[in-house]
T-cell receptor
């Protein structure tokens, strides 16, 4: 049981380039999330998916798109990367444990946009 | 909108001592959950403890316990018998019940356990 996995671990992009961050979970969770973490800012929600086939914007969605390909996979796409998107990106999935919805995180993807 | 505030950016403690990390939040919701996550240098986000707002009893997980004061909107984390492996960033987080299970995080605080 790998939990939540993310690829790649680290990526360098030039301004204007595009890329897709991949996330997969093997825990059969319905809900999945993408967050970004910037120094001194905590984690902020970019997009989330409550179930397969649905996606919704979070706090900071501008410049990103997402795809919930199936129940396991939730990808985040940067169409035209900007230096302001330099950050660490975390994917998470959630389940209800003892009446509480609890999120479990992947190891993160560190993205540097030059 | 909900906000979570961690007013202490950094703390240090000696190994085997007890330390308390503070967190306050603002919400108009009655039903919600509160969490503490730990982020060691590996950057992995690890759930430490969770508390349901409707429960009066404070949650406990081994050396970790919380002091949940609903009226004061306060949710502090106590770490007993601190260990070197407790050195990490700690994030307090809020989740509205019945929403879309979105977490709202505080900015975090850095805890260093010294030998």
């Amino acid at each position: 049981n790998a939990g939540v996995t993310q690829t790649p671990k680290f990526q360098v992009l030039k301004t204007g380039q595009s890329m897709t961050l991949q996330c997969a979970q093997d825990m059969n969770h319905n809900s999945m999330y993408w967050y970004r973490q910037d120094p001194g800012m905590g984690l902020r929600l970019i997009y989330y998916s409550a179930s397969e086939g649905t996606t919704d914007k979070g706090e900071v969605p501008n410049g990103y798109n997402v795809s919930r390909l199936n129940k396991r996979e939730f990808s985040l796409r940067l169409e035209s990367a900007a230096p302001s998107q330099t950050s660490v990106y975390f994917c998470a999935s959630s389940e209800r444990v003892a009446g509480t919805e609890t999120q479990y995180f992947g190891p993160g993807t560190r993205l540097l946009v030059l | 909108a909900q906000t979570v505030t961690q007013s202490q950016p950094e703390m240090s403690v000696q190994e085997a001592e007890t330390v308390t990390l503070s967190c306050t939040y603002d919400t108009s919701e009655s039903n919600y959950y509160l969490f503490w996550y730990k982020q060691p240098p590996s950057r992995q986000m690890i759930l430490v403890i969770r508390q349901e707002a409707y429960k009066q009893q404070n949650a406990t997980e081994n050396r970790f316990s919380v002091n949940f004061q609903k009226a004061a909107k306060s949710f502090s984390l106590k770490i007993s018998d601190s260990q070197l492996g407790d050195t990490a960033m700690y994030f307090c987080a809020f989740m509205k019940q019945g929403g879309s299970e979105k977490l709202v995080f505080g900015k975090g605080m850095k805890l260093t356990v010294n030998p």
